[in-house]
């Protein structure tokens, strides 16, 4: 036996039970790297919830006394080459990005855990096939599937966009939930429930699922933020974007050019928000993958 | 050994073959009609007839697909459908450029992930290990394309340490200041991939360091460094070559937005330009094209772990 | 031989750091061992053993620290020494052997490259360390020197890896030779070759060993004195024959009395038990560590902390009542609970269940595999068999095969209480699963991590017997509580239970369908001796009560001889022989079982001439001709049927009424040739 961590607990009453399942929470709550994720992800949530009430001005007014502004009292992150104003394009783009984000993510979870129960606990053939496909699609880099899926689709819509980014997104995060579940299933409480004649969708669904949801979880937030990478990069390259959205790439696509005359502020805003938004989905995932050592 | 490699190959081809499949059907399946997303809603029916004959469009999907297929296996990449001419002519110098961009990325990336790795591993729970982990991967998460735009502001317009366009002039085509033109846009695909080759060799070195092997050669009484030297390395860095392998796609994928930003002539500026132009022939081309590559690390990387791991390769040779 | 001890711990005092606070894990440990001396430190799990072995190589975990005494090796402090002067006592002084030798070698690394750094650290050329390597590999009885050099660690056999490391350790000609559970995970027989080995060696080079187990019969075998480890604290320490036989701790006593020693048996005799548990690493005592479960504890037990009491002969013991301790009153629990009357149970002794012609071949990697080859056996009402062979034997298979979980090759039949039971699981009756269910060794991973204790049970009881919600939790409840698990604990999680009370969750599981048959797969080899005590007693009321028949499958033969009523030994998935347990274990019995019974260390110090096996267990894809122990065979040589041996594979036979066996070579010869 290891003796070096404290062997399991012996008999506890009820009240310290509550106190051990309070110190997992506790460590999360203690995680710098938590924290300061949360912290700042919360920001861009209010953002995207109350962005219209908070935006001094709409996406596209335009004011053509100051076009090209630098930063200043009226315009606290100055305007573009449309007079528009940069800081209220930037708060105005925070909805979409954030819903978009986690909805492909959400619905590439819920399609992959799907797929990892599935290959993780049948095996056999299903699996080997399955895993085939998955081993293909892994070949074309993300980024290039999606530009192609939303170039045949003619795709011009954000929903577009997240339905082809959530079925990108789940191949892989099948791979992890099957790794997982293909762990899970071979402990042998997975035998003592078929000893009790349980059938499959009980054994999945009652049994397996409820251990492999803490990596489903952390995976989540992973796939999160590159989510939010995939988004960000495929509105810059000027897909699945609607004309004239106050998106943050298409921000950055129309205004880069600009950075040679050194009118840097309505390319660097929409990059720090990408940037911020990002990294504290990052943090998150970060502190939670160390919580639960995975 | 030579079985175990034609069977990876093998299951190479049948992946390339998957991809192949994904791919057309990708492209011809879904809604639309190929010819009138093309020529426009201006098109006569004429056109649309011709534009279809032309390109193979009006034959029932399989043949399309076997044929598609038996031309790519004679090199024949088909012909671009906004500039009618062949597709090779104009992805094969662009692949050329992307290999010269890539090859430096790599290079850089390879060293700089490994070491940050073992440093961190090394210096475990300690301030440098967190800024490693938590930083390379925070900046992994950041697009490849603001990193971009923010290394041409830093050190292109601010501080004009670089230049700002990754081909350089007529004239100054030297091998060295290719390379130099290179650096920044190395530098940005170097940020997004750095995190997660080194997180994972970070892993595998601490899985070594408290390996019970490495207590052993401790307690023999080799000194740490000469144990890790040793022991550890060789078994921590298996695990790097399959993850350094499956970052090749995003590698891939991100140099469409680098070449962009750095005006690169290469793979990924024509597949936007096709992307833009709805040209399907040049982009059924080039996914299949960077599959090859990836499908071919990752042979590589298969056989090399093989080799290098004696549980395998003693399997193997059986 | 000077008179300095080769290792001393003077007061030692380590501590475990842990979310910030130190915990004691080593309290005021002093022992010394005599040049030559084979020490034994003894105790279960959480009492620190593993912590001194580690603290005499001077090589603690990063949060760990020695926080008073000494450590003197050979008469110097190793406690503040330089890391060089570590080092150099490492490569030449004190070496180390511990358990799983197979990870204690690197994986990608050449063994001959891996025993030669040990030479090379002593200054050696390459050339002449590699044919230093091939003499230690001889040392330790490696046939084949140069091939095993070549090789990896992957390709050898556990006690072919065993002896590598220990070859390594003593290449450096150590004074001090550190074994920490250095043969715990190896099959029988190749445990008894390793311990073998160990003596021999140590008669050769004159090294001090400091021995480290749980189990008390090996310690007895090998050590000359002992120190007996609880939470931390040697509570007594002495020469190995005084400490057997006059142990004057309470632990001790507790201790040897809780194990099934040979002729005790549950009809006539009730194991002791110590009551509650070891306490977790690094708890804190005001008093006595042990006050908490002594039967003799006094107010001022729990306030003090003993001294050491002189009980003879350099023996000594930290109580306050050494005198009383021999006659401790026993602690005998004893276990109520109605699991429920089966209507149609039949009378004791009547056959319950018949295995016909059992056989399971798998698949690996494109070849066949005969895991389970022919076995039958009976189990009668009430009856315990128990199952026992090493590794490659088949016995987890049969049990998964019996239960439906695998689903047997053609021509295989399961016929329980005359019904032919379906081949696989989902063909089965709900009332026939229920009648035969099975504890899993792990309980760890025999419970669902997620679930609380009574949903567990109760869930088990709803399918099993068709009961409501409702009325399958009061039910659970009413089972758990029979099991002694408190009802505070019954909306526990399995995590917040100790190994014991697990274990008794997965049998209060067990007997949710008022089961005929149990399958108990070494269900308390995970568990420490004093808990082990309580589950047997458990297994024993329970089939007493309701006439429960159990198949008891486990390595440790001490508790089979105790708990079974009929014994079954398997080698290469094939029963070799089977009859009452008595029988069995007196003799005549098969070579296989001979051999199997020579290896085990026993309690009370009798030495059984050693029958040893030569060779290795074959791989079952690849089984010898014939008889397929005939490689291995002691008794083959000069039986006079060698030639039926080598070619013929022999049936199990009725040689006495009631006893089979599969052997070519008759009855009373191998009577006469065995009680010699």
Redesign the interface.
Known sequence: ??????????????LE?KI?RRERLSLIAKNK?FLVGAAILSFWIILAIFGNFIAPRGASDQDFEYVSVSPQWKFWFGTDANGQDVLSRVILGTRLIVVMAFTATALGTILGTALGLATGYFKGKFDMVIM??V???????????A????????GRSPTLTVIVIGFVFTPNIGRTVRAAVLGESE???V????????RTRHILFR?IL??VLPPIIVEFTVRL??A??AI??LS????GVEYGSPNWGSQ?AEN?GN??S?I?WP??FP?LA??SL??S???IS?SLLEIFEL | MKRFILQRLGLSV???F??CV??FF??RI???DVAR?YLGRGATEEDLIEFRRVFGLDQSLFSQLFTWIGHLLQGDMGESMQYRGPVSDLLLPAIGYSSKLAGVAFFIIVPFSIAGGVVAAMNRGKRVDRFI??GG??A???????WA??L??LFG?TFQVFP?SAFPEEGARSLLNQIWHLVLPSISLLLVLFGYVARITRAGVIEALDSDYMRTAVLKGLTRRKAVVKHVLRNALLPTIAVIASQI??L???L??VE??FNYPGFGTI??GA??A?D?SV?QA??II??LV??SF?LIADILFALLNPRIRQKISE | MSDTPALEFRNLEVA?T?RGID?E?LRNVSFSIAPGEAYGLVGE??C????AAFAAMRYL?RN?KITGGSILFEGSDIVGMSSQDINNLRHSAISMVYQNPATALNPTIRIGDQVAEVFELQGLSKSDAYAHVEQALIKVQIADPAKVMRRYAHQLSGGMAQRVVIAMALASNPRLLVMDEPTTGLDATVEAEVLDLVRQLRKESGTAVLFISHNLGVIRHMCDRVGVLYAGALVEQGATEDIFSNPSHPYTVGLLRCIPRGGLHKNTDRLDTIPG?P????THFDGCVFADRCALVEDKCRTTQPEMVTVGNSHVARCFHTDKAGSMPRAIDTVTVRVGQNPNRATTGTRLLDIDHLSKAFNQDGHVVHVVNDVSLQVGVGETLGLVGESGAGKTTIA?LI?G?YGSDSGSHVVLDGKDLAGT??KRD?KD??AM??V?Q?PD???????SVTRIVG??VQ??RGMSADDSTERAHELLSGMRV?A??H??RP?????G?KQRVAIS?AF??APQLVVCDEPTSALDVSVQATILNLLVDLQKQDGTSFIFISHDLGVVRYISDKIAVLYLGRVVEFGDSNRVFQGPHHPYTEALLSSVPNIDGSIRRRIPLTGVIPSPSNPPSGCVLHPRCPRMAGSGVEHLCTSIEPALTEVEPGHFMRCHIPLDQLRTVQTQ
């Open positions: 036996m290891n003796e070096t961590t404290p062997s399991t607990i012996a008999q506890k009453s009820n039970r051990i790297t085939r496909l081993e293909a699609v892994s070949a074309i880099p993300v980024l290039i599937i530009l192609l899926a939303i170039a045949a689709l003619e402990l042998e409480y035998a003592a429930a078929r000893l009790r004649t349980e049994e409820p251990n933020g590159y939010i990478f960000a990069t810059f390259l000027g897909a950055i880069w950075i040679y050194n840097w390319t660097a990059a990408i940037a990002a990294v989905v990052n943090l970060d | 049948i992946t390339v998957l991809v994904i791919v990708l492209t879904l809604p639309g997303q982990t938590v991967l925070s992994a998460v950041i697009p490849e394309f603001v735009i923010i041409v502001l317009v700002v796609p995003y891939i994928g991100g469409i937005a962009i930003v597949l936007k992307v833009d709805r399907y982009l080039g996914v960077s599959s990836i499908v990752q | 475990y842990v915990r894990v799990s959480g620190g053993k593993s912590t975990p760990g548990t306490p977790a690493l690094g998964k239960l979980l699981l989902n709900v699963v229920g269910q099975i899993f792990n991973q025999a419970l669902n991590r997620r679930h869930r088990a399918k099993l408190e505070t604990l909306s526990a995590v917040q239970l100790s190994g009370l599981r949710a369908g």
